[in-house]
């Protein structure tokens, strides 16, 4: 029974990779490459390969101690560990069968759009602050380096997406130093090696903060290869319109799914345009000690609508989806945000009614 459990389960371990890797081929190029990661980290194909690769293990390291008639102290059989290792086969068919359940669906277009919709909610609302919340309305709020101050610049060291700010750490770090810091790149955006990422802004007469200090500034900004959501809504809003642009495409011409995408980005931005923008400057004790380039709403808004309106501007569901998220948007949004959204439901008019036009001729 030990050695039917090892020989199985490697084998069946080996068919759900197998099977992992063709449903993320698929969504690769149907959907998106920027949604590979989304099937990577799911929970249920991470504990389905785990218990298939425990159970495998645990009958091998079991299968050890059995001992036949040959053996120097006698036969000995381990019968508890035995049913033990049956019940880990139990579970693993279990957790199979919950595997296939979960790839069915997880590669269906409305469970990813779906998907990133839920985490890019998560996303806005830990980001951008509720429009009564204390410091919210200082997001338009300009700082100039005042007179005598220069700036000692900190190159980044290696090149990829900025993922995280930490600005706890950065204000801090600023406040014990007697400095204002201002970092350079959005999150979300790519620098090469060399490129300036922060700068130090401190007056004259102190000189310029020591290599060693600047060192420990290096993990206050986090650079990765691959972009994450954890501080980037924008990065959940662009995923989707990569989706929405592939079934745009000729090759495709897929525009219902376009408008499962433009259904998805209007449940987010009802949320983006009723929240106020986040600060781009960072106070203590009334004075500024950190700078930044936070995500505006206009850019995510820009983001959201541009893109499917440009491709999708001679589709009759398209524009006339983008006027229709635009008009209820204008219903919520506050006051600062309505000319955005304004501006794109004058050009999301017009395409409707040249597409109205052409369909007429």
């Known amino acids: 029974m030990l050695g039917s459990i090892a020989g199985a389960m490697i084998s069946v371990t080996g068919l759900v990779f197998s099977i992992t890797m063709v449903v993320i081929q698929l969504a690769s190029s149907q959907y998106s490459p920027r949604v590979m990661g989304d099937f990577l980290s799911s929970r249920i194909t991470?504990?389905?390969l785990g218990i298939f690769a425990a159970s495998f293990?645990?009958?091998?390291?079991?299968?050890?101690?059995?001992?036949g008639e040959s053996g120097e102290t006698g036969q000995f059989v381990p019968q508890v560990s035995v049913t033990l290792g049956f019940l880990l086969v139990l579970a693993s068919v279990g957790m199979f069968l919950a595997f296939i359940h979960h790839i069915t669906n997880s590669i269906q277009v409305s469970s990813i759009v779906s998907h990133l919709g839920d985490d890019t909610v998560d996303v806005v609302g830990r980001y951008l602050p509720e429009p009564d919340a204390?410091?919210?309305?200082l997001g338009t709020n300009s700082w100039e380096p005042g007179a005598g101050t220069i700036a000692q610049t900190l190159l980044a060291v290696e090149h990829g997406s900025v993922v995280e700010v930490d600005h706890r750490g950065l204000v801090s770090w600023a406040d014990e130093h007697d400095v204002v810091v201002e970092v350079l790149p959005q999150v979300g955006d790519f620098i090469p090696e060399g490129t300036p990422a922060v700068q130090i802004w401190h007056p004259v007469s102190t000189g310029q903060v020591d290599d060693e200090h600047l060192k420990k500034l290096r993990p206050f900004v986090v650079v990765e290869k691959d972009r994450l959501s954890n501080q980037d809504p924008a990065f959940g809003i662009r995923k989707l319109v990569d989706i929405g642009e592939r079934a745009l495409s000729p090759g495709t011409n897929d525009p219902t799914t376009a408008v499962q995408v433009l259904d998805e980005l209007?449940?987010?931005l009802r949320l983006v345009v009723v929240r106020a923008e986040l600060p781009a400057l960072v106070t203590r004790e009334g004075r500024v000690r950190l700078v930044h380039r936070p995500q505006r709403v206009a850019q995510l808004v820009d983001l959201a609508v541009a893109e499917p309106l440009h491709y999708g501007k001679d589709s009759l569901q398209v524009p006339r989806r983008i006027v229709s998220m635009l008009e209820d948007l204008l219903t919520v949004a506050l006051p600062e945000h309505r000319a955005c959204l304004q501006e794109w439901l004058v050009t999301a008019r017009e395409h409707v009614g040249a597409v109205g036009e052409g369909g007429g001729q």
């Open 46 to 48: 991470q504990l389905t």
């Open 266 to 268: 209007h449940r987010i």
């Open 57 to 67: 293990t645990y009958a091998l390291t079991v299968l050890r101690s059995v001992q």
């Open 134 to 137: 204390p410091g919210s309305r």
